[in-house]
């Protein structure tokens, strides 16, 4: 930290500087679907899509409730059409619920088109006391919902910028809303962009703050290039959601955040000298020292 004037978080590494402003129950076998759509996601690398920061194809997935039974293999599948295990094959035992109703796990596949195969089902869960189970809206499902990634503006925005010049640079943190269907139930979610990480494009260390900036006049987000040459400055946006079950008037939080990246296009970093002319150099002919 070196030069920071009051009020600002500055950081300098090398001869590259940039500094942000301080400031601010469905029956067995009655499946569902989840349609992600196209969007940005930071994916497991198990999970469909691949990982990291990329655009994921729509994926299906599909939920129920069944019974578990025990392979020979040890691996845990869902029970037959009959809701039982084949005969010698050990099922889980039912959780103890004093009198309420039971239901059974909750399982899950996926299908990524135009794959027409889908993947083994998965269990989600052990299964749950009560009686209408309220959907949960998981932080993989929050990651695959189609969140439209906040640009990169800069200022000036002239395809250029001013070498040892503050270069001024700022996103849309607008919320968003959007629906979808969890156990045949609308969800609504509301996601909200909590942190922004700004990478130059110049080799300096990236600024990660919870300011998205602000255009000219304001000076909330910057950067001092220092070198002649190309750049393009890249965002990598947080976000939090929380969202609400059709029927249910409580807002519940989701366990884990969602990334989306954006990068803004190519411009120069220049230098300009002024000097003075003998005439106007928009005159015509130009004068030769212009």
């Given amino acids: 930290m070196t030069g920071a004037t009051a009020g600002e978080i500055q950081s300098e590494e090398g001869t590259r500087r940039s500094y942000v402003r301080a400031g ?6 009655d499946a569902f679907e989840f349609l992600a759509g196209w969007g940005q996601s930071q ?4 999970a469909p899509g691949g990982s990291g920061h990329s655009v994921v ?3 299906r997935w599909e939920y129920m409730h069944a019974m578990a039974c025990l392979e020979v293999s040890g691996h845990w599948v869902p029970a037959g059409d009959d809701g039982g295990c084949i005969s010698g094959v050990p099922q889980a035992p039912a959780l103890d619920c004093a009198g309420q109703g039971w239901v059974e796990p909750r399982w899950r596949r996926f299908q990524v088109p135009p794959a027409t195969d889908w993947s083994p089902w998965r269990r989600v869960d052990y299964g749950s006391c009560g009686g209408d189970e309220l959907p949960v809206l998981t932080a993989e499902e929050f990651r695959r919902l189609p969140l439209p990634a906040p640009s990169v503006h800069m200022q000036p925005d002239t395809g250029w910028v001013l070498v040892n010049k503050e270069t001024i640079a700022y ?3 607008t919320p968003v809303t959007l629906t979808t269907q969890l156990l045949g139930r609308t969800v609504t979610v509301e996601a909200t962009p909590t942190r922004f990480t700004y990478e130059w494009g110049d080799g300096s260390r990236p600024v990660v703050t919870s300011d998205p900036g602000a ?3 304001a000076f909330d987000v910057v950067h001092v290039y220092e070198d002649l040459g190309q750049a393009a400055i890249t965002i990598t946006t947080e976000w939090s959601g ?3 079950v059709e029927g249910d008037p409580q807002w519940r939080e989701v366990t884990g955040t969602a990334t989306t990246t954006a990068t803004g296009p190519v411009f120069e970093i220049r230098e300009v000298r002024t ?3 003998t005439g106007l150099c928009t005159d015509d002919p130009k004068p030769d020292d212009c």
Wanted: hydrophobic residues 10%.
């Fill in 24 to 29: 601010t129950n469905t029956e067995r076998g």
């Fill in 43 to 46: 994916a497991s690398p198990t």
């Fill in 57 to 59: 194809p729509t994926t």
């Fill in 171 to 173: 996103t849309d943190p």
């Fill in 215 to 217: 255009p000219y006049p």
């Fill in 242 to 244: 929380r969202y609400q």
């Fill in 275 to 277: 000097r003075l002319v």
